[in-house]
């Protein structure tokens, strides 16, 4: 029997379970990310490139982004200006080194929403990807 159009799927998880993608390319600080966002509710995709990841943007459902600008530098500018100029909306937090500030300016400036401040407190962390991943 065809479901009607207005019939919720039963698997109401995949709804209200939010996806994040993690753009980093360091296998030992994916897992870390990984394990953290899995056990605060998130469903974890992780991209090694930016052109992998803006390929993934177009195709699946992501609630937010956590971008390292350390490992992607100009690609992850670019890849912001991408997200914007093909209105991909998808809320960005960009990671960075402390001392490289301008940086995460240029990012916020590109369409970051928010910033993390390396080394990144995991309550800082917690609380600004709640705010805007879920």
Same mark, same amino acid.
């Given at each position: 029997?065809?479901?009607?159009?207005?019939?919720?799927? &039963?698997?109401? +998880? =995949?709804?209200?379970?939010?996806?994040?993608?993690?753009?980093?390319?360091? @296998?030992? /600080?994916?897992?870390?990310?990984?394990?953290?966002? #899995? =056990?605060? %509710?998130?469903?974890?995709?992780?991209?090694?490139? !930016?052109?992998? %990841?803006?390929?993934?943007? =177009?195709? +699946? @459902?992501? &609630? $937010?982004?956590?971008?390292?600008?350390?490992?992607?530098?100009?690609?992850?500018? &670019?890849?912001? /200006?991408?997200?914007r #100029?093909? !209105?991909?909306?998808?809320?960005?937090?960009?990671? $960075?080194? =402390? %001392?490289? #500030? @301008?940086?995460?300016?240029?990012?916020?400036?590109?369409?970051? @929403?928010?910033?993390?401040?390396?080394p990144? +407190? +995991? &309550?800082?962390?917690?609380?600004? !990807?709640?705010?805007?991943?879920?």
């Amino acid at each position: 029997m065809a479901k009607k159009p207005y019939q919720l799927d &039963n698997d109401i +998880s =995949k709804i209200m379970t939010p996806t994040l993608m993690l753009l980093h390319d360091h @296998q030992a /600080t994916i897992k870390p990310f990984q394990s953290l966002f #899995e =056990k605060l %509710g998130f469903e974890m995709i992780i991209e090694t490139s !930016c052109a992998h %990841g803006l390929e993934r943007m =177009k195709t +699946s @459902q992501i &609630n $937010g982004l956590l971008l390292d600008l350390d490992t992607f530098k100009m690609d992850g500018l &670019n890849l912001l /200006t991408d997200m914007r #100029e093909q !209105c991909i909306q998808v809320p960005t937090i960009v990671m $960075g080194w =402390k %001392g490289k #500030e @301008q940086l995460l300016i240029t990012a916020l400036t590109k369409g970051a @929403q928010d910033y993390l401040l390396k080394p990144i +407190s +995991s &309550n800082v962390m917690y609380d600004k !990807c709640l705010r805007l991943f879920k």
